[in-house]
Structure formats: C-alpha cells, structure tokens
C-alpha cells in the first residue's frame, strides 16, 4: 500500500490539472488513512467482541465441569486449553481483518492439531504395549 502511494506522488507530477503536487498526495494519503482506518476500527471491534464471548464460553465451560463433578486438575487443564484455542483463532481472525493473508497460519494451526494428535496415538501405543511388558520385571 505504501508503495501505492509513492506511485500516486511520481504520477502526481504529470498531473495537469491545476492541483499541485503536494494536494494530490495529501488527498491520497487521506484516502489510504480512511480505507486502513476502517479495517484497524474493524479489527479492534472484532477482538473486543471474541474477548468477551470467549470468557462467556470459559464461565459455561466451568459451569459446566463443575456440575459433572470433574477433577480441579482437569477442569484448568480443558480451561487453559479452551482459552488458547479461542485466543489463537481470535488473533487469526483479527491479523486477517487487517488484511493480511491468514492461509499460512491456519495451515499451521491445523498440522500442529494434527501432530498432537499423532503423538497422543503414538503415547497410547507405547502405554499398552511397551509398558505391559515390563511390569513386575527388573530394568538392570
């Protein structure tokens, strides 16, 4: 976008049209102010919003492991993780308001969920398998 403008004030002094050079960059200075301007207030709305239903959904999600009687360990542990997530998926959401291409980080997101994934797989095979065959035995 900067560059943009750089283009406008070169071709501003071709500019015939009875405006000086200077009136025309400012105008479009202005104008690239305002168009940037909507997407930054655009942002801001966006993240207050996802701040507040995310604590909205912390609040239920405590509520809620609270009544099915869950461990205190495990209720912070599935807090913690929520919150992340959501916080995660809001700065993704507010980075690409902003106009920045967000394909890259969803890719991310996503293959890191995909490695957890393959390592919890891969801790549960080692639990019952590896582990069982070692138990009441001696490691020397």
């Known amino acids: 976008m900067l560059s943009s403008l750089f283009m406008a004030a070169f071709a501003a002094q071709v500019a015939d049209d009875g405006f000086s050079k200077l009136q025309i960059f400012l105008q479009q200075l202005i104008d690239w102010g305002v168009s940037a301007g909507g997407r930054i207030i655009g942002a801001v709305i966006i993240f207050v919003v996802g701040r507040f239903l995310i604590s909205f959904l912390r609040k239920m999600l405590a509520r809620l492991l609270a009544k099915r009687h869950v461990d205190a360990s495990i209720q912070s542990f599935v807090k913690s993780l929520v919150n992340i997530l959501l916080t995660i998926l809001l ?29 919890a797989e891969f801790c549960g095979w080692i639990d019952c398998t590896v582990v069982p065959s070692f138990q009441g035995r001696r490691l020397d």
């Open 91 to 119: 700065i993704i959401a507010v980075i690409g308001k902003l106009g920045v291409e967000t394909t890259s980080f969803a890719a991310l997101l996503a293959s890191a969920g995909v490695a957890i994934g393959k390592l």
